[in-house]
């Protein structure tokens, strides 16, 4: 049965729902700089029947906020994030095309270093680079430009960091990881001399050879800079740790496959 026409879906109170946008660190192709890769679904129904968005659903009794983002990662990747963070609220009346108004609260996650060409396909379900993506469905566009441009005033919290370059690295892998997010070549020598004045990182004692490079020192990060420089007034995200409680309380992908929707404000069927 129909909701009626489109005024009186106007007048309906708004549904909620979940979405989430998930970020991959690709590989270098070719000697050009590494992209962050993100999975979209492809809708099955109107408005924007065919067309790309993320992944999402609805808001369930009984189920977190966190809960319910997890699901819609479980159910769009095999990949585990190693963070989460919840990201804004989206809820302008005239998202829904006409169809019932939906609130969005919105979550943006990293799943680390993926190489997404080994990626087992699933169905209607698509990773595109962040620099190539199609249009998207409702204001998801807006969704991913925020997340990027939050994930890039993320890259002085090492948690956020080493889910994209591991434990211990080298300078010239931590660089490549600041191109990739900021979208754009940095000076290396600049990026180098920056970052060893922060204090934020120390030598491990160990080197390890990239590429055709020289072997180079190993960093990490002191385990003192993972502080929150504002003392903690700002939210932060979930990182693995906590994530893994909220997986254990998560059903298993067939249970939640509803999350594929990609937020649909038509809830007919």
Known sequence: ??????????????????????FALGPADDGERRRLWLPLVRRV????????????????????????????????????????EQLYTFGDPERSRGGVPMVSICYWALVGQVDVSSIEPRHNVAWFADDALPELAFDHRR?????????????????????????TFTLRELHAVSEAVEGRPIDLAN???RTLASGMLEETGERRRVGRQRPAALYRFRADADAPADGGALPQGFDAGELSRIADATP????????????????RP
């Not at 659903?57 to 990949?79: F, I, N, V």
């Open 1 to 22: 049965m129909g909701i009626g026409n489109v005024s009186e879906r106007r007048d309906e109170a708004p549904r909620v729902g979940v979405t989430s946008v998930i």
């Open 191 to 193: 990026f180098r001399r």
């Open 252 to 267: 298993a992908a067939h249970e939640h496959a509803g999350a594929l929707s990609a937020l649909t404000t038509d809830v």
């Open 143 to 167: 969704i991913v430009d925020y997340a990027i441009w939050r994930l890039r005033h993320r890259l002085d919290m090492p948690k956020v960091v080493r889910e994209l370059v591991g434990a």
């Open 45 to 84: 129904r109107e408005p924007f029947l065919d067309a790309w968005a993320l992944p999402g659903g609805p808001l369930k009794a009984g189920r977190s906020l966190e809960r319910s983002a997890y699901e819609t990662l479980a159910s769009t990747t095999d990949l585990h994030p190693g963070y989460l």
